[in-house]
């Protein structure tokens, strides 16, 4: 038993962990049992790795209620496990910008939807900058940026500071639509009462988004 284990987990628990989340995502709820018989595993080692991603909290453990018996566990994607999975989200909004762009009686309407997200933006996360100093607010703001996705870094330099953004999750629309990039620019210098200029940018070429502030 130990052999068929070691043999079906010699490409790394890695790999076995993405074929578990993807017989997951596939077929649902399955116990260690279901699993164990699709990838050749003992249900020793099924449950090694799914303590690994439980741990992870891509996967939770469910009690499911039987005829006659005590109940059998399963296990079952997290919400959180949806983000590991592929997304073609830009190609929706890229698909629903191009419609309205396209047709000169809504063209008008793309500048509203970027205007409108950047004064919810604002809305959201104007309260966490009040009383903080600037300094403090380029901190918070690079917060709110990474957990969106932007992998930010910040520095003081030569009495300003600097603010890098090395990751755009947004780039493929920024990169169509620059009304994305104008209303970032817009929205950092509401949110930070202070002036901000854009030194680079992503979208036209760039390899980060850096923003002088102060």
Request: include cysteine; hydrophobic fraction near 35%.
């Amino acid at each position: 038993m130990r052999a068929a284990g070691s043999a079906a987990d010699s490409r790394g628990d890695g790999s076995t962990r993405e074929r578990i989340l993807l017989l997951l995502k596939t077929n649902g709820r399955m116990s260690a049992g279901d699993l164990s018989r699709q990838l050749g595993l003992t249900e020793m080692a099924i449950r090694r790795h799914m303590y690994a991603l439980q741990s992870e909290g891509s996967v939770t453990t469910v009690a499911v209620r039987q005829a006659m018996g005590r109940p059998l566990h399963a296990y079952e994607l997290t919400a959180e496990a949806d983000e590991l999975f592929p997304k073609n989200y830009h190609l929706l909004a890229l698909d629903l910008l191009s419609e309205l762009a396209g047709d000169p009686e809504t063209a008008s309407l793309v500048d509203r939807v970027f205007e409108g997200r950047k004064k919810k933006l604002l809305d959201r996360y104007g309260p966490r900058m009040a009383d903080k100093s600037l300094g403090q607010r380029v901190e918070e703001l690079a917060a709110i940026q990474n957990a969106g996705g932007y992998m930010v870094e910040t520095e003081e330099q030569g009495g300003c500071y600097m603010l890098h953004e090395y990751n755009c999750p947004i780039a493929q629309v920024a990169g169509e639509y620059q009304q994305a990039c104008r209303c970032e620019l817009s929205l950092f210098k509401a949110l930070l009462e202070a002036p901000v200029e854009r030194t680079e940018c992503l979208a036209k070429g760039g390899g980060k988004c850096s923003y002088r502030i102060g």
